[in-house]
């Protein structure tokens, strides 16, 4: 008895320890993001920002007991439902955290940590049952873990993505069953495959994928009666998540069908790259368009050949595969393994082909060559005809399922090696396969360890915000698509201004794209502030728009005149949308008056008090605005117009009230702006924040033409400067 | 054949397909690439991942210049850096250099023709490959002012290279 009971407690030390080991591989594999856990995020993209906001409204909502499904919080007034989020349980574990005073950059990232090492858990968990010890479990555990598809989702800001170990462990749990069939047994399988569905749908789709594919294999192999269990306990998993399938619609609005004849043509995929660059007018985004392009987006999200051949360490997701590391141990397990790996790697065989997705595309170039279009691969036909399959419309992802077969044929591959050579060194091997597995970012692929992180503070003028009276918040420029880091942003500084904002992260779905389209079309005040960073020439609006906008609870406006340099930097050559220039800047001032508040480089415009007076039309043609092509455009070429010692650099001969630009400080001191007339020579300083661009605006005080020019002194000067402006 | 015969002849295969098998298919793609019209889209800005230069470039240019890089002495990895950028970003200066005769001139002095100072002093390494993208995109500066910038990035990482090797 006492022996038992010993056994016990060091049986359940001993997975104790697993788990710690697992928490310390995740932090070694994501370093050095532990050492920033309270303040950075890992991941530039867009869902990180989302993720925070989502945790925070959820933690706030629940704690003030006001928590609905369809916040205005964002996507205001239209509101967005945040079943959209599709990861319920996730989010609920993250909002536990916060309510028990975790910070919110601290809860987020332990959500990551804690989703990469329960990944390794899961397959640790699967690759012990295969091959009986630790040692097993440790090596499916790596493979599982280490994977770039993991790493690339994370990096994304997809923390429900990393949490997958709920796919191994349902693999494992089918395997306890075949061993022994059972009443007991297939319950475990059924409550283990319907727990997925709280957690992330794309999950669940695949973790039935993995069902369907081990329940072949046990006809295959005559167990009838494994088969018959598993497939009571996968109906009764379908039974048990039945309920969720309205909130699963709603995550992922139908799918359109693939169109073989349009994937072959240019101007879709043209189009597409329009639309994904946030450049088509708002009028262009009809519903079959957006129709089309999900459809497209199927495609794009599809693993290519070339990518499968070498399978790379890539940050990228959408580039990402199961791995080289992955690959290597799955299939020298397999091939140790013999005949008892036969059906893992069926599995791995058939759920590699799924994420070629339906055509086989050599790289990322399109269109669809013909001869693929007209040989459509599986995925096409399953996309097509079997219920649900659409869901999963990013085929890539299936990958997860590959990597489920890999971690299985790695322990299995060692139970036979180990059962064949007693003496192999299994711990020494294990050991150094972590060692490989767990330093692949900072030297495989991308070698995505030296990336920055995200800065997650914010600027305080947000609180300031917070303390005006309520009202709806447009924060400028407007996007329909994710664009610009700085601009995905917007959407988690609400969480400290707390008041109700128009722009939206997450209309990536087509049904909420179309709501948002809907709404600011109807309005010429709201539709001339999207993409207003880029817009060009006349911008007119009516009055009567601007109090509609103030009749629907729009109070304020925000305009940027500061742009963090990483934000920026991470944006490419998209920074220029997030830099407002004139009319814009003048127009806002003549239209909404001064800023009601301004600090950080944020100005907080108020829209006129219901009742007030208001003029039939604004209008700016900007015709006096004349855009300057300096000698160097830094947003443009990564490069600062220097200028050497003593000398200068002409801008612009001419009538001017008024030069602009937006400048980032460059090493050395920044030159002056020298304004030359007939009468005298004046040297306007240039003022920069360090470490932003900045928006800089100098009146120009001289009667008749002048000449600016960039001046230097006696060390020479330099700045990155664009988007250069002269108001005559 | 044992379990331990099995999994050799995997590894020796798996070291053939990397060395020999993958670089063959990826050269056959690159020619089928550049024998093909440019993609749709091609010059433009995908919304969240730079495009691969090459695209841009052209897939000659880029063989071109990898056949260059390979000739670079690797770089040891700096916290901070992105170094996933780089070896394109040499692969592709360097090719530059050679299309615009320039051969040979690697390490040569940055020759100050842009309005004086290294035009890459305090420039991000992430904001490198717009500045090639730009130059051949745009043709904004001209072929010697391009080349000396060109020659400027490759001194630079030569510069890294040599301060990587003191330490």
């Known amino acids: 008895m006492l022996r038992d009971t010993g056994t016990r407690w060091s049986g359940v030390l001993g997975w104790v320890g697993v788990a710690v080991g697992y928490v310390l591989a995740s932090a070694a594999l994501l370093w050095p993001l532990p050492a920033h856990f309270g303040t950075h995020v890992w991941g530039d993209r867009f869902d990180a920002w989302t993720t925070l906001w989502l945790m925070d409204h959820l933690s706030a909502q629940i704690a003030a007991g006001t928590l609905t499904a369809t916040t205005d919080s964002i996507l205001f007034p239209v509101g967005y439902n945040l079943w959209s989020f599709g990861h319920a349980a996730l989010q609920l574990v993250g909002v536990a955290l916060m309510l028990l005073g975790v910070p919110l950059v601290t809860a987020y990232n332990v959500l990551l940590v804690g989703g990469l090492a329960s990944s390794g858990l899961g397959a640790h968990v699967l690759g012990r049952t295969l091959h009986g010890g630790h040692r097993g479990g440790w090596i499916a555990g790596l493979v599982f873990m280490t994977s770039p598809y993991l790493y690339g989702e994370g990096a994304a800001g997809c923390v429900e993505l990393v949490a997958a170990g709920m796919i191994p462990w349902f693999a494992a749990s089918v395997v306890w069953l075949v061993r022994a069939p059972g009443w007991r047994n297939g319950l475990l399988v059924a409550l283990s495959l319907a727990l997925v569905g709280p957690f992330n749908w794309y999950y669940t789709l695949f973790t039935g ?172 036909w399953f996309y097509q005809y079997v219920p649900f399959f659409s869901k999963a419309y990013r085929p890539y992802r299936i990958g997860v399922v590959a990597l489920v077969a890999l971690a299985a044929l790695a322990s299995a591959g060692l139970a036979a090696l180990e059962s064949e050579h007693r003496r192999l060194p299994g711990r020494l091997l294990v050991a150094a396969l972590a060692l490989v597995g767990l330093s692949q970012p900072a030297w495989s692929g991308d070698r995505p360890m030296w990336r ?80 207003l960073g880029r817009k060009r020439g006349s911008l007119a609006f009516s009055g009567a728009d601007v109090a509609a906008a103030r009749a629907d609870g729009f109070r304020y406006v925000i305009q940027h005149t500061r742009v963090e340099t990483g934000d920026a930097q991470l944006a490419s050559r998209d920074i220029t949308a997030d830099f407002l220039g004139e009319p814009a800047g003048r127009l806002l001032e003549r239209a909404l008056g001064a800023p009601v508040l ?90 920069v924040t360090p470490g932003t661009w900045s928006w800089v605006r100098l009146p120009v005080a001289a009667d008749g033409p002048v000449t600016l020019l960039f001046g230097a002194g006696e060390g020479g000067a330099a700045l990155h400067v664009t988007r250069m402006q002269v108001v005559r | 054949v044992s379990a331990l015969g099995r999994a050799a002849l995997v590894v020796l295969a798996l070291v053939a397909w990397r060395t020999a098998a993958v670089p063959a298919l990826e050269e056959r793609w690159e020619r089928a690439r550049a024998s093909a019209a440019p993609p749709p889209g091609a010059g433009t800005v995908n919304q969240n991942w730079s495009d691969p230069l090459g695209a841009l470039l052209g897939p000659e240019l880029l063989r071109e210049g990898q ?64 500045l090639l993208r730009a130059l051949v995109e745009a043709g904004k500066l001209d072929a010697p002012t391009r080349a000396t910038v060109l020659t400027a990035v490759l001194a630079h990482l030569a510069d890294i290279r040599a301060a990587d090797a003191a330490k």
């Open chain 1, 209 to 380: 994928m993995l069902g369907v594919g081990l329940l072949v294999w046990q006809l295959v192999a005559r167990r009838h009666a494994a088969a018959a269990w598993l497939t009571a306990a996968m109906v009764l998993a379908a039974a048990l998540d039945a309920p969720l399938i309205p909130l699963v619609r709603r995550e992922t609005p139908a799918r359109p069908p693939l169109d073989v004849g349009s994937v072959q043509l240019a101007q879709p995929w043209t189009d597409k790259v329009a639309f994904s660059d946030g450049l088509l007018p708002l009028d262009s985004l009809t519903e079959s368009f957006l129709e089309e392009q999900d459809a497209l987006e199927v495609i794009d999200n599809s693993t290519q050949l070339s990518l499968l051949v070498s399978a790379p360490f890539s940050l990228n997701p959408l580039d990402s595969t199961p791995g080289a590391f992955a690959f290597a141990v799955g299939l020298v397990g397999w091939a140790a393994a013999g005949r008892r790996g036969f059906g893992w790697g069926a599995i791995l065989l058939g759920a590699t082909l799924l994420t070629l997705g339906p055509f086989l595309r050599v790289d990322d170039q399109p269109p669809v060559p013909r001869a693929a279009a007209e040989w459509p691969l599986p995925y096409y």
């Open chain 1, 452 to 531: 920055p992180l995200a800065d997650t503070a914010l600027p305080p003028v947000y609180e300031a915000l917070a303390e005006l009276p309520r009202g709806g918040v447009v924060e400028l420029p407007l996007q329909y698509q994710p664009l610009t880091v700085a601009n995905a942003r917007y959407q988690y500084a609400q969480i400290a201004h707390r008041q109700p904002l128009l722009n939206c992260n997450q209309l990536i779905r087509r049904t909420d794209l179309f709501a948002f389209v809907g709404y600011v079309q109807a309005n010429s005040f709201l539709s001339t502030l999207v993409d």
């Open chain 1, 598 to 687: 301004e600090a950080d480089g944020v100005r907080v415009f108020g829209l006129p008090e219901p009742g007030t007076p208001l003029p039939t039309r604004w209008i700016d043609t900007g015709s006096d605005v004349v855009d300057l092509d300096p000698p160097v455009d830094s947003a443009q070429l990564g490069l600062p117009l220097s200028v050497a010692p003593g000398g200068e650099v002409e801008l612009y001969t001419g009538e001017a009230s008024q030069l602009s630009f937006w400048a980032q400080a460059a090493a050395g001191p920044a030159p002056v702006v020298r304004v030359r007339s007939e009468a005298a020579t004046v040297d306007l300083p240039v003022d």
């Open chain 2, 67 to 130: 056949r260059l890089a390979a000739e670079l002495p690797p770089a040891a990895p700096r916290p901070g850096a992105d170094r996933a950028i780089e070896p394109e970003l040499v692969a592709l200066a360097a090719a530059l250099i050679e299309r615009e005769g320039l051969g040979g001139t690697r390490t040569s002095p940055v020759v100050a023709a842009t309005e004086g100072g290294d035009p890459w002093r305090g420039v991000e390494p992430r904001a490198r490959p717009r």
